[in-house]
């Protein structure tokens, strides 16, 4: 296939756009270059990270789906190269970039086995092994695999001599409010499951009063005056 100079410099424009943190107006230009060649790899991966800012700044999961849907086919534009060049570094470093990336997305969606999967297999060839290893601890968290999160942690500290006490913080604060936010939806309807996900918050930071506050409303609403 011959070069197409207006594909590039239409890819250099999004970039840029990319770098302006203007990631609707990126959008635009990537999908105008998939018009001209479908399989355009650098427009699938800008594609990818457009939609996954914009997920990020918006908090909406169809961002990430599209994300992952733009990324996937990168991934096996990357996979046909790899069978070819199977040695070749620069492949298998863009390989272990998007499943690492893959992995980050399926955390926004929360489907942390596949996040756990795509993150261990960008192990093998993504450069940054102390970021996979921050989020591959997050996902075993998420999935309630505590031995895998402090196994791996044990890895990351090793791998940087750096104290990994704090990674898991943000991961456990935002499962502490979600089930908070989950009993809450359950309270009126289903008082014994709120309970038990109430108690699943408190179990989880003792130290925090929002779940015993939580927990003493249940009761009092079902009359359980004796526990409140």
């Not at 105008?32 to 991966?45: G, H, I, T």
Request: hydrophobic share 35%; aromatic share 14%; charged share 30%.
């Amino acid at each position: 296939m011959s070069f197409d100079f207006n594909v590039s410099i239409l890819i250099t424009k999004a970039f840029k756009e990319i770098n302006a943190k203007n990631y609707d107006e990126a959008k635009e230009i990537f999908t105008e270059v998939l018009q001209k060649e479908e399989n355009n790899r650098d427009a699938l991966l800008g594609l990818c990270i457009c939609y996954y800012q914009l997920g990020v700044k918006k908090e909406q999961s169809m961002y990430f789906e599209e994300a992952r849907v733009y990324l996937i086919k990168s991934v096996e534009n990357c996979k046909l190269l790899y069978k070819i060049e199977p040695n070749h570094k620069d492949i298998r470093e863009i390989l272990g970039a998007n499943f690492y990336t893959l992995g980050c997305i399926y955390v926004n969606l929360n489907q942390f086995e596949k996040a756990i999967t795509f993150l261990k297999w960008s192990l093998n060839d993504f450069h940054d092994k102390k970021l996979v290893l921050e989020v591959l601890a997050e996902a075993y968290y998420y999935n309630e695999q505590i031995v895998e999160a402090d196994e791996t942690l044990e890895k990351l500290s090793s791998l940087t001599g750096e104290d990994t006490s704090n990674i898991l913080y943000k991961a456990k604060n935002t499962k502490y409010y979600k089930y908070l936010s989950q009993g809450n939806k359950l309270l009126f309807n289903n008082s014994e499951l709120a309970e038990v996900v109430y108690q699943k918050a408190i179990n989880l930071i003792p130290s925090k009063e929002d779940g015993y506050d939580n927990l003493g409303m249940c009761y009092e609403f079902h009359k359980k005056y004796d526990k409140a």
